[in-house]
């Protein structure tokens, strides 16, 4: 049986690079050896040939014909040396996913002889190869923007981000270009272009507003910072194979808990399953090679449910690389027979899976404006930009919300284990009294570290000077896990975000927000300074004070998930966005839109416009494909499977009771079973009809229809589900069609 084979399945054997002399490499010889750096560049172009490609690079001159011809060549000599026989430009349409289409080194050059037509095959890529390309851009989703007239994409290589070769079929490989794609008007297709743009304009508004707070730090630029965590489940691909829920949507549409999942608590932090940890650290090896700097695995709440996270990098970068992750990951789980699962919420009744997105800003000094340093009362700096993420999210939190929503995303949102719908930021104890007490204009009340002093070991004291024990960084937070937005530590940590999606949108939407916001502060601070050189620490408390109170609303330390937060954030005016469509809507409220495309110019109507209808499109599609699923599972497996099981019960008891037995305990389970089928078949008639008229309806409005999906299909989808599941607790095992939650996850 597939349980028998998935249990038996072959373990994968990894080989671990090793040196010229036997030695295993260390993890940072592997590091970036498939990517072509700046070093490697350096090494490999005339020096000023490098030297001008350093200045487009930031963005001081376009790359002139020469520079990017002699780049091409080497690169593609460094490939091919990599057994590269293909380069593709690799770029993040906005599907959630990347997108890839190869093209061949060679090229065939024709020689008119005497003797005739004389071809020569030799390997090539150009400048103008390298630059950009036009891939069939039709079949992307554009949400309107390009007519068919005009359905032309362009792919531009992203210069801020290295290329790469990575493995391709039968030992070959591929040379990876990260791309952007704008169409032939330059409006940004993609996830990738405004998350740049919003780079941009966030340093510029910051490095201004840092070099007015401390003249004498001349920052010349910051960048925004991003680590993910990448929560999944893995589930063992035999079971999975014969799940069609999960192979199409990406969730199970029915199913019940076992009797043992997570209420033990023994799953997290517990050993990692020796074929995920073999997966995981083939990913790991893969990841390194490409310059990922995966640092943490561990398994999460659920079981089957894991954690993978790198070591934060430069916001674009993160974002390429944890689209990579997600994308080897799948790749490597290939190989040892699993599958990864990056749905939010691929089983009821246990935890969903989030991408948090620990985002923070640093200068070109290495400094991360959001260090609180040791006493962050006296840090006008910090406690300025702190502000500044909250009058962001306090203006901008539906925004957050919408970057957020998604058809699947939504099972998790709101559910017990997931921050809700209603964005605020949780600050911890600390910095929250050191805004009150600046708030209030009163000391500090003392906040002790416990130190220790001495340390008993094997029943002796040994005294230990607190200056012999490693420094230990003070964590000036708490935890509080209910939160969608927390400041931890250093770093805000947006834990809203859903697993599967694409980090990009939320981070560009989470900047200009930000940027705004910093924007308004730099001129209420101006204001306070008046015609002094700089301001004041009394200026600069001003401003802080106003903040301080301005933002208070946004400010939630108490628990997320309960009823009495709901009531209090509709006390203080706070969005609680119940469901995907109605959060679209807030992309093209006047307020955001104007923040988008007026203040910080990150994005065109139109660009907004078409994002808007993508989104709502992918929704109702998402909820369609699920609800046609799930009409196939029961019409063709669940159903049948249950008339199989009627008639196998009532022709044991019309032959016992052909000899004279007694068959009343069939008879009963028969009569039980029934009203369940009946049950089962009515809703889901219910929901053929509804899938139908939503089909049907289809309007020019994207939204009324995400809309309908959303009233009158997805509670049917539930529906049809709790109906299913009870049938499951009624039907004999061996006539259960599906694999079941207990096979899923304990199979691994
Ligand atoms: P946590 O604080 O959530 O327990 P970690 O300290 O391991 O966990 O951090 C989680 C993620 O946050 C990691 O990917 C880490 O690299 C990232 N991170 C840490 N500092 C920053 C920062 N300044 N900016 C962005 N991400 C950061
Ligand atoms: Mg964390």
């Given at each position: 049986s597939a349980l028998v084979t998935a249990a038996s399945a072959p373990k994968r054997e990894i080989q671990y690079p090793h040196k010229a002399d036997g030695k295993p490499k260390y993890s940072s010889e592997i590091y970036g050896e498939n990517v072509f750096t700046l070093k490697t560049m350096a090494k490999a172009l005339p020096k000023p040939i490098f030297a001008s490609f350093l200045k487009q690079r930031r963005g001081r001159q376009v790359l002139d014909k020469t520079t990017a011809d002699s780049i091409a060549h080497a690169v593609r000599v460094w490939a091919m040396d990599r057994g590269a026989t293909h380069y593709t430009h690799w770029f993040q349409p906005q599907t959630g996913t990347t997108a890839e289409k190869h093209d061949a080194f060679l090229s065939l050059v024709s020689n008119f002889t005497p003797g005739g037509e004389e071809v020569t095959p030799i390997d090539q890529f150009s400048g103008g190869q390298l630059l950009q390309s036009e891939p069939?851009?039709?079949?992307?989703?554009?949400g309107g923007m390009r007519t068919t007239f005009e359905a032309r994409g362009y792919t531009i290589w992203d210069t801020s981000s290295s290329m790469f070769v990575q493995q391709g079929p039968n030992g070959t490989a591929i040379l990876y270009i990260p791309s952007v794609y704008i169409s032939y008007?330059?409006?940004?297709?993609?996830?990738k272009t405004v998350l740049l743009r919003s780079n941009d304009v966030l340093s510029r508004a910051a490095t201004e507003l840092v070099n007015l707070i401390e003249?004498?730090?001349?920052?010349?630029h910051v960048y925004t910072t991003l680590g993910t965590e990448q929560e999944f489940f893995m589930v063992d691909r035999t079971m999975y194979s014969m799940r069609p829920d999960l192979k199409i949507?990406?969730?199970?549409?029915v199913g019940q808990l076992p009797?043992?999942?997570?209420?033990?608590?023994?799953?997290?932090?517990?050993r990692i399953p020796s074929r995920v940890l073999s997966a995981i650290s083939e990913l790991e090896l893969e990841c390194l090679k490409l310059g990922i700097p995966i640092k943490t695995r561990h398994n999460e709440v659920a079981p089957g449910q894991f954690e993978v996270a790198p070591i934060f990098e430069e916001a674009s970068v993160a974002v390429d690389h944890n689209l990579l992750t997600m994308d080897i990951l799948h790749k490597v789980a290939h190989r040892h027979n699993l599958r990864v699962l990056f749905h939010?919420?691929?089983?009821?009744?246990i935890n969903g899976s989030g991408k948090h997105c620990n985002w923070a800003i640093a200068t070109?000094?290495?400094?991360?404006?959001?260090?609180?340093?040791?006493?962050p009362e006296t840090n006008f700096r910090f406690i300025i930009f702190l502000l500044a993420v909250l009058r962001a999210l306090q203006e901008h939190a539906a925004l957050l919300r919408v970057a957020i929503s998604s058809s699947s995303n939504e099972h998790r949102?709101?559910?017990?284990e997931a921050p809700p719908g209603i964005i605020s930021a949780f600050l911890g104890d600390q910095l929250n009294e050191v805004l009150n007490a600046i708030e209030e204009d009163r000391p500090l009340k003392n906040f002790s570290v416990p130190q220790f002093q001495s340390i008993k070991v094997g029943g002796t004291v040994l005294d230990v000077?607190?200056?012999?024990?490693?420094h230990i960084a003070r964590d000036l937070t708490d935890r509080n896990?209910?939160?969608?937005?927390a400041f931890t530590g250093n770093k805000f940590e947006?834990?809203?975000?859903?697993?599967?999606?694409?980090p990009s949108f939320p981070v560009t939407v989470l900047n200009c927000a930000v940027t705004a916001a910093v924007r308004e502060i730099t001129a209420e601070l101006r204001a306070q300074t008046g015609s002094k050189p700089r301001p004041s620490d009394e200026d600069k408390l001003a401003v802080i004070r106003k903040y301080i109170k301005l933002t208070k609303d946004v400010r939630f330390e108490g628990d997320n998930y309960s009823e009495a937060w709901v009531q209090e954030a509709e006390r203080r005016g706070l969005p609680n966005i119940k469901s995907a469509p109605e959060a679209f809507t807030y992309l093209i409220k006047e307020k955001h839109v104007n923040m988008l495309t007026?203040?910080?110019?990150?994005?065109t109507e139109s660009e907004l416009r078409s994002r808007y209808h993508i989104l709502n499109e992918r929704y109702t599609k998402d909820v369609v494909i699920e609800a046609e699923t799930l009409k196939t599972i029961i019409g063709q497996q669940i159903l049948p499977a249950a008339f199989e099981y009627r008639k196998s019960l009532a022709e044991t008891a019309a032959s016992l009771k052909s000899v004279g037995v007694e068959a009343a305990p069939e008879v009963d389970t028969l009569n039980e079973l029934t009203p369940l089928v009946t049950a089962l078949q009515a809703e889901y008639r219910k929901l053929t009809d509804a899938v139908g008229s939503c089909v049907e309806h289809a309007s020019d409005d994207s939204n009324a229809h995400a809309m309908a999906a959303y009233t009158d299909v997805v509670p049917l989808i539930a529906s049809v589900r709790s109906a299913a599941d009870a049938l499951e607790a009624a039907v004999a095992d061996k006539f259960w069609p599906l694999p079941k939650y207990t096979e899923l996850l304990l199979t691994i």
């Open positions: 069939d851009a039709s079949s992307f989703p554009s008007n330059g409006d940004a297709l993609d996830e003249p004498e730090s001349h920052v010349s949507t990406g969730r199970t549409l009797p043992r999942h997570q209420q033990l608590e023994d799953h997290y932090f517990g939010e919420k691929p089983f009821k009744g070109d000094r290495g400094e991360n404006l959001l260090d609180p340093t040791v006493r949102l709101g559910a017990q000077k607190v200056s012999a024990l490693p896990r209910t939160s969608p937005f947006f834990r809203a975000v859903g697993s599967k999606q694409s007026k203040e910080t110019a990150i994005f």
